[in-house]
Each structure stands twice: as structure tokens, then as C-alpha cells.
Nanobody
């Protein structure tokens, strides 16, 4: 699977951005897809994940109520809608795909992911 992340940019605190992760190469619907981010000088951290059939989603606490992950398997694309952005959301955001074999299964651990996109940079100004 090849993943292409896009949609990053500059936003003001309180603003919104929508990230997209477009996939190609294999049966996208067989993969759970996660978003991770890495801020300067920090380790990569999990942000959100969606199961292959959209039946399950999970977010880090700081994203709950502000971010929404969704997918359109017909378009082989996963989205991360980010609202009420904060300066601490500033990071490079990566999407990643994890091959799963059961409905509703997902992982929040980066090492479980098989494929990674190139990252898209999000900067939130105060």
C-alpha cells in the first residue's frame, strides 16, 4: 500500500484543518488506518485510528471532541478533521495502514503498522 498524506498547513488557534490520506496499491478496506504525529524534539505519538469497516475509532485524550477520523473505502481515503486547533497540535502528521483480519480490530502502536505516508506538516499559531 502506498499512502499519500495531504491537507496540512498553517492555522490559527481555534481554527480547523482536514487531513487526507489517499491509498493505492492494495485492498485498502483490509487495513485499519491510523494518524500519528511528531512535534519537533518529541517522539512520534498516536492520534487517532479507524478500523477497516469504520465500525471502530479511537483517539488520544487530547483529540477527543476536537478531531474526527473517517474513511471512504470507495475512494481509498481516510480523513482527519481537526477542529478547535491548539498550538500544541503543531506537528508533522503521518497516516499509516495496518493489515487486519477481523472487523473492528485496530492498534494504537506504531510498530504494528505496515505502511506509512510521507507526512504533512500542521502549524497552529496562537
Amino acid at each position: 500500500v502506498q499512502l499519500q498524506a495531504s491537507g496540512g498547513g498553517l492555522a490559527q488557534a481555534g481554527g480547523s484543518l482536514r487531513l487526507s490520506c489517499a491509498a493505492s496499491g492494495r485492498t485498502f478496506s483490509s487495513y485499519a488506518v491510523g494518524w500519528f504525529r511528531q512535534a519537533p524534539g518529541k517522539e512520534r505519538e498516536f492520534v487517532a485510528v479507524i478500523s477497516q469497516n469504520s465500525g471502530s475509532t479511537y483517539y488520544i485524550d487530547s483529540a477527543k471532541g476536537r478531531f474526527t477520523i473517517s474513511r471512504d473505502n470507495a475512494k481509498d481515503t481516510v480523513y482527519l478533521q481537526m477542529n478547535s486547533l491548539k498550538p500544541e497540535d503543531t506537528a508533522v502528521y503521518y497516516c499509516a495502514a495496518n493489515r487486519v483480519y477481523s472487523a473492528g480490530v485496530y492498534s494504537t502502536r506504531a510498530y504494528n503498522y505496515d505502511y506509512w505516508g510521507q507526512g504533512t506538516e500542521v502549524t497552529v499559531s496562537s
